[in-house]
T-cell receptor, first 113, second 112 residues
Framework: DQQVKQNSPSLSVQEGRISILNCDYT??????FLWYKKYPAEGPTFLIS?????DKNEDGRFTVFLNKSAKHLSLHIVPSQPGDSAVYFC????????????FGKGTKLTVNP | DTGVSQNPRHKITKRGQNVTFRCDPI?????LYWYRQTLGQGPEFLTY????????KSRLLSDRFSAERPKGSFSTLEIQRTEQGDSAMYLC??????????FGPGTRLTVT
């Protein structure tokens, strides 16, 4: 039973445009959400996080939106740059019970020059 | 560089052999986590420590797996009697407060 789902295996956008990566979750106990970026042969790099008490968090070109009623979050990258090309993972934790992160399968983003 | 480090980066072993991986967390972090990632999947939680105490273990962590964190600093993950299904990337992460987890580069294990 996959509790965190990233339904788009891949996404391709033009440099300068917006990239929107989506993530859905099923466990209503999740209250903390994170996005990681991963290049081949490297470990995941933390990008941005959001607590369930918020619906939006921004950090530079990255914005994460959380819709708790829909159990959906998204990562917006504006403007997209070729260096953003990587696999993006959504992760969630139920802070009240465990610190473990539950990851989606990832979305491969390609930003074309 | 004061990030999470892992050694070795790559390990090739024959089925049935034992292997041990090491993780050195970010120095001020008291929490340390182990995950495993296979091709096409996201990382899967294995276990985590707060200081030297192992607080949670996944059902993925069979009896052949053991993790330690003596003195609450570095950690080791040992796999005994390796099987081909153990081939994966083993990732270590650390955290100060249990929120953002910072990952190391991983150890890629290949069991032949």
């Amino acid at each position: 039973d996959q509790q965190v789902k990233q339904n788009s295996p891949s996404l391709s956008v033009q440099e300068g445009r917006i990239s929107i990566l989506n993530c859905d979750y099923t466990n209503s106990m999740f209250d903390y959400f994170l996005w990681y970026k991963k290049y081949p042969a490297e470990g995941p790099t933390f990008l941005i996080s959001i607590s369930s008490i918020k619906d939006k968090n921004e950090d530079g070109r990255f914005t994460v939106f959380l819709n708790k009623s829909a159990k959906h979050l998204s990562l917006h990258i504006v403007p997209s740059q070729p260096g953003d090309s990587a696999v993006y993972f959504c992760a969630a934790s139920a802070r009240g019970g465990s610190e473990k992160l539950v990851f989606g399968k990832g979305t491969k983003l390609t930003v074309n020059p | 560089d004061t990030g999470v480090s892992q050694n070795p980066r790559h390990k090739i072993t024959k089925r049935g052999q034992n292997v041990t991986f090491r993780c050195d967390p970010i120095s001020e972090h008291n929490r340390l986590y182990w995950y495993r990632q296979t091709l096409g999947q996201g990382p899967e939680f294995l276990t985590y420590f707060q200081n030297e105490a192992q607080l949670e273990k996944s059902r993925l962590l069979s009896d052949r797996f053991s993790a330690e964190r003596p003195k609450g600093s570095f950690s080791t993950l040992e796999i005994q009697r390796t099987e081909q299904g153990d081939s994966a990337m083993y990732l270590c992460a650390s955290s100060f407060d249990g929120y953002e987890q910072y990952f190391g580069p991983g150890t890629r294990l290949t069991v032949t």
